[in-house]
């Protein structure tokens, strides 16, 4: 059985049900992602998590209605000046999670980026914030689910995959130019492309 877990319903508008796989709107931010999908993971097994959505790009990394999948994505868990929080010894903190290699590489080949995404509380909407979070955290989209929901999936030992659609730039601008539309448009490309590789249906038999 494969989850698609989206923050809205309406980003899986376009979605036809088929068997095998179920849906979960996870709510808004990571909070709502981690607990909703950890919840489900608990009640049910599932072979595939898929987190599917929207994303806003940094300057020059993916075009607005891209398709994207997301290859790993950070959350910033430091201190504001960017210095790591002192622990007790033995103790660490998971900042980064993973896509499935296998599936992500497939998707690579079908022409789809790989990309470092960036999981946030709030929407970066000024050309400081966005510039800081490309450079330090190397981020190339943003999302405020994407690390919550893999980091669940991996905490659960569920295999699992971030796939984006591009609505928007990442700044002082890009929110004027947000598009619903053309983001839900790339996320469904690069999703069919997925459901289309052989490699999900051996997943998909599991």
């Known amino acids: 059985m494969i989850l698609l877990a989206s923050a809205v319903e309406a980003e899986l508008g376009f979605w036809q049900p088929r068997r095998g796989v179920e849906t979960l709107a996870m709510g808004i931010g990571p909070v709502e992602a981690a607990s909703a999908l950890a919840a ?4 049910r097994e599932y072979s595939l998590v898929v987190n599917v959505g929207l994303a806003g790009a940094f ?7 891209d398709g994207v999948v997301v290859i790993e994505d950070v ?23 993973t896509s ?10 079908k022409g789809f980026a790989l990309l470092r995404g960036v999981t946030v509380a709030r929407v970066t909407s000024s050309e400081a914030t966005a510039k800081r979070l490309a450079h330090d955290l190397d981020a190339q989209v ?4 994407g690390f919550a929901a ?4 991996q905490r659960a030992g569920v295999r699992a995959i971030e796939l984006r659609g591009i609505s928007n730039r990442c700044g002082e601008r890009g929110l004027s130019d947000w598009s619903f539309t053309a983001g839900v448009a790339g996320l469904q490309r690069v999703l069919t492309a997925l459901f289309e590789l052989p490699a999900l249906q051996r997943v998909r038999s599991q």
């Open 142 to 145: 943003e999302s405020m689910e």
């Open 150 to 153: 893999l980091r669940a999936a």
């Open 100 to 109: 499935d290699p296998e599936l992500a590489e497939q998707l690579h080949v």
């Open 59 to 65: 300057d020059g990394a993916a075009r607005l209605g």
């Open 75 to 97: 959350m910033e868990l430091d201190l504001e000046t960017g210095a790591p929080i002192s622990l007790p010894p033995g103790e660490t903190i998971v900042a980064k999670a």
């Open 40 to 43: 489900a993971l608990a009640r």
